[in-house]
């Protein structure tokens, strides 16, 4: 039931004393080993030997995914390269990425909160988890993969894709529980029901489901259709991957795997602390990691925080669902997306007015639909051909696909068609119902 009982059941006062122990540790090494944070820290007068208490941490500043960008790729690592063993980086989108990288005990802790969490959702040594997640730099599909090896479950590390196969495998190999994001467990059910194929045929037992926001009525859905019970985890590639927190069999928020991770709820316009309980945006400090470790990390995912003891008994704190996203990153298929590196390839085509709308919708098969309306230029309709303009839209297609590294249709419109707005632009609608 338990991974590690002797943390997961902490009692909260020797928490939190390990935490300030191990916190006071990574701001000595962060000052010591980080020039973006040694810099900070002197601008401030930070002293790290002055913190005596887990509230200093608010007098810290944040790091925002702007700095990790200007230190793309190897700016923010806090030890050299030569004791990095693994580098993962934030899923699919081109232009800049984020670099993680792991030494060997972080690779190690990362396995075994992995294991935690597979442990929390009902894993045991005795299932086969088929981890459907992609498998390389997006954090997903390795990280479980390491987390049911370390739990001593038997791992089918089948990747993303291939969805045919995939249920072939699930069926002849006898999976017992599936890791992958919920959208594509809708739409593995739906090919098992293509393929004519019962879900009572199979064993399936549990599900562990993440990397992208859904809500209860999925997780109902999910269960009614492939007979498992789902669980939702979350993790963010910046700070480890899977394994920062997920919930346990009584469903009610997921555990923060505390003694790693200390989580702080803010109001993303002051910056605040917001009242307990309330909705804010997510902000975490590592408390182990070695080669990147990051202090008060703005995370954009908005949550809120859960207090009170749960009945599994781990003392670990809670937090909500993922609610939505302070910023306006878009996770289509579970890539990462922002509408601005798409204005940027409208902005480079031929033949496109500036003007455009982002719509995500989710099609039969439950996976996100992403097109992009986009008017012509006004010269284009004037000289242009029909033919010319099909052939403008296939080339921006791929583009995008190559760009971001998930597909966007893309629909040419009259120009002046999409709605103006005196304020904000809506550029993105997002129509996909949870
Ligand atoms: O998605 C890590 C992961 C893999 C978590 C597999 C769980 C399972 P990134 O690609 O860096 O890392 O994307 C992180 O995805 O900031 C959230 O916005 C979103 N996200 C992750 N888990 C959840 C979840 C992985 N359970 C970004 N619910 C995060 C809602 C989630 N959103």
């Known amino acids: 039931m338990y991974f590690d009982p002797e943390y997961e059941r902490m009692d909260r006062e020797t928490l939190g004393d390990l935490q300030l122990e191990r916190l006071q540790s990574t701001l000595t090494r962060v000052a010591r080993n980080v020039p973006l944070y040694r810099r900070r820290f002197e601008e401030q007068d930070i002293d790290a030997d002055d913190f005596r208490s887990l509230d200093d941490l608010r007098n810290l500043p944040f790091t925002t995914k702007q700095d990790l960008r200007d230190n793309y790729p190897y700016g923010l690592f806090a030890v050299p390269m030569r ?14 990425p984020t670099v993680v990288g792991y030494t060997r005990n972080d690779v190690r802790r990362w396995a075994r909160l992995a294991a935690r969490i597979l ?17 390389g730099l997006f954090t997903g599909g390795l990280g479980f993969h390491y987390g049911c090896e370390e739990l001593g479950a038997s791992v089918i590390p089948a990747s993303s894709g291939g969805t045919r196969r995939q ?7 006898r999976t017992t529980a599936l890791v ?12 098992m029901d293509e393929m004519g194929l019962n879900t009572n045929s199979l064993s399936l037992r549990y599900g562990l489901f993440g990397a992208e926001p859904w809500s209860e009525g999925m997780r109902r859905e999910i269960e009614a259709r492939l007979k498992v019970t789902a669980t939702d985890n979350y993790g963010i590639s910046e700070l480890m991957g899977p394994g920062v927190a997920g919930e346990c069999l009584e469903r009610r928020g997921l555990h923060v795997n505390e003694d790693h991770f200390l989580f702080e709820v803010v109001d993303p316009g002051s910056g605040e602390p917001v009242a307990p309980g309330e909705v804010g ?59 601005s590196q798409v204005e940027a390839v409208l902005l480079e085509s031929e033949g496109l007015g500036p003007h455009y709308q982002i719509e995500l919708s989710r099609g039969e098969s439950h996976l996100d639909e992403a097109t992009v309306l986009v008017e012509a230029a006004e010269e284009s309709t004037a000289t242009g051909s029909v033919m010319l303009q099909v052939e403008h839209v296939k080339k921006v297609e791929k583009r ?16 002046r068609s999409l709605a103006r707005s005196e304020g904000k632009a809506r550029r993105v609608v997002d129509k996909r119902s949870l």
């Open 400 to 415: 995008l696909a190559s760009e971001l590294g998930v597909s966007f249709k893309v629909r040419m419109v009259e120009p």
């Open 281 to 339: 945006e997510l902000v975490v400090t590592t408390l182990t990691k070695e080669a990147f470790p990051l202090i008060r990390y703005r995370t954009g995912d908005l949550t809120r925080l859960l207090d009170g003891p749960c009945p599994c008994g781990r003392t670990f704190r809670r937090i909500s669902r993922i609610i939505g996203r302070s910023d306006d990153m878009l996770i289509v298929r579970g890539v990462n997306v922002f509408p």
């Open 119 to 135: 442990t929390a959702g009902g894993v045991s040594r005795d299932d086969l988890v088929q981890v459907a997640l992609h498998y």
């Open 180 to 191: 992958c994001t919920p959208s594509y467990a809708l739409h593995l059910a739906d090919t």
């Open 167 to 173: 249920v072939t495998v699930m069926q002849d190999y």
């Open 83 to 96: 004791e990095v063993v693994r580098i993962q980086a934030s899923s699919g989108t081109t232009g800049k």
